[in-house]
């Protein structure tokens, strides 16, 4: 059925009795939200926007985010969300992607001055989302999601996180991530109450507006710094996590630290609808260790690096078919094309199957770093360091850590008589870059670590990054507290 998704959220809205709120804006009402959608809707009808065109939506967890999602699908548009505080090398980057001419932003739908509509794309047939993510490239890639495929993860997936309508759903998930936005969806449909938080930090949870959540949505870095404050949200009973590992130490203390609660933990990429197995932790049987079973219409298999198959107990590729797949790599056909083997969706997470049918990860093999839940390319970082002036050669990796899961570790090389310093470099990147894109730890060095085949290898530098302990690094070093 086409736009799926509209028709499910609209059928869901209309007779629910939640609410969503911000903190600043005065509460939405299920039925405001689609009211404040449908006046967006007429503003870009009137704009003659065209059937399946992209649309700009500029998110800041607010609440008339979600009412601007629902307006560009009722107009039939496609959303494009992108944050407040995106930095111009992602806006250039996005709007090359996407040749979109509309932007909606706090419930205000802009055209851009005598520019044509786009040309279609077939590859936006019914797609509700398109979700930029880091590229391998350096440049973002467009993950076309279409309403059949995320209405069909949210009926996946209401049979086994219990939203209902007597809850308060705490997302400080921003909605440019598939991961905040089919949380937020997923408890509008069970007519539950959304609590969007603009920004993370612990103290935020002091607001009076989020203290009666009973559901908390949260990558586990989250998790660990909340661990540093008294406990907050004494009626929580719903923990969501995704987005990153949370591991066997931090289910224990999470599931100890919120006796009457339990973790729902989800793994799931972009590209295959998100939440494609869950693990369920509680105190008595914390699970922290496996990533699940698969949630409904996902299938896996574990493969060698040849492609073959594996018995249990072996270490493989993680891949996975699944009805919620992405149409595609948005303008990317060989990129689509080599992300699948056979029909099925190449994962790059290495895996095991335990005798029993349970899930473990344990390793990548794709080289992507994730940071406090959010996935970042090297090669983005690289390129960017490059068009430093100072800068010869730069290598990025992504370095174990406690706290966030890994933290970005930079190597660079200075041109000769350049006087560049690590900490100038990483203000430098500020300034090019998201915040949290940016490295932990910047050392200059006389060479980037090579490997067997003498070139440049990431896995050289982290594990010399793993040998140095921040300690006896004196010159050249900068933490980013």
């Known amino acids: 059925m086409a736009r799926a998704l509209l028709r499910l959220l609209e059928t869901r809205l209309a007779s629910g009795a939640g609410v969503v709120e911000d903190g600043n804006a005065a509460p939405l009402r299920a039925t405001e939200l689609l009211e404040a959608g449908s006046e967006i809707a007429a503003a870009l009808r009137r704009g003659g926007l065209g059937e399946n065109e992209p649309v700009f939506v500029v998110v800041g967890n607010r609440s008339l985010d979600l009412a601007a999602f629902l307006g560009v699908w009722m107009a039939g548009g496609v959303v494009a969300p992108v944050h407040v505080s995106a930095s111009e090398t992602t806006w250039a980057a996005v709007r090359a992607s996407l040749g979109a001419r509309v932007v909606v932003e706090s419930g205000e739908a802009l055209f851009a001055r005598d520019a044509p509509a786009p040309s279609a794309r077939r590859e936006l047939d019914d797609a509700a989302v398109v979700v930029f993510t880091s590229g391998t490239t350096g440049a973002p890639k467009g993950v076309v999601i279409r309403h059949r495929g995320f209405a069909g993860k949210l009926a996946a997936l209401e049979p086994i996180i219990p939203f209902g309508s007597g809850d308060v759903v705490a997302i400080p998930l921003q909605l440019t991530f598939i991961f905040g936005q089919w949380t937020a969806f997923l408890a509008l449909c069970a007519g539950a109450s959304v609590s969007l ?285």
């Open 197 to 481: 938080v603009r920004k993370f930090s612990p103290q935020v949870f002091d607001a009076l507006y989020l203290r009666n959540a009973t559901a908390l949505c949260v990558v586990p870095s989250m998790l660990r710094a909340l661990e540093r404050r008294p406990r907050p949200l004494d009626r929580l009973r719903t923990i969501v996590s995704g987005g990153e590992p949370l591991g066997a130490v931090l289910a224990e203390t999470t599931v100890a630290r919120w006796p009457g609660a339990a973790i729902f933990d989800c793994y799931g990429l972009t590209e295959t609808g998100a939440a494609d197995f869950c693990a369920i932790s509680t105190e008595s049987e914390p699970r922290g260790a496996w990533i699940g079973r698969p949630t409904g219409g996902v299938l896996y298999r574990i493969r060698a690096e040849d492609g073959g198959s594996l018995p249990a107990g072996r270490s493989g590729e993680l891949q996975i078919r699944t009805e919620h797949i992405m149409a595609a790599y948005l303008g990317e056909p060989e990129l689509t094309a080599a992300a699948f083997a056979d029909g099925w969706f190449r994962t790059g997470d290495l895996a095991v199957e335990d005798p029993d049918g349970e899930v473990r990860l344990v390793g990548r093999i794709k080289e992507v770093i994730s940071r406090a839940g959010n996935k970042i390319y090297p090669a983005e970082i690289e390129a960017t360091l490059l068009r430093h002036p100072d800068v010869a050669a730069a290598l990025c990796t992504g370095v174990p850590d406690e706290r966030i899961g890994e933290r970005i570790h930079a190597a660079v090389v200075l041109r000769d008589g350049a006087a560049a310093t690590p900490s100038g470099l990483c203000d430098w990147l500020g300034g090019c870059l998201e915040r949290y894109k940016v490295p932990d730890v910047l050392v200059i060095r006389d060479a980037v670590p090579l490997g067997a085949t003498g070139k440049a290898s990431r896995a050289a530098l982290r594990e010399l990054a793993i040998r140095e302990s921040l300690a006896t690094m004196t010159m050249g070093s900068s933490q980013r507290r």
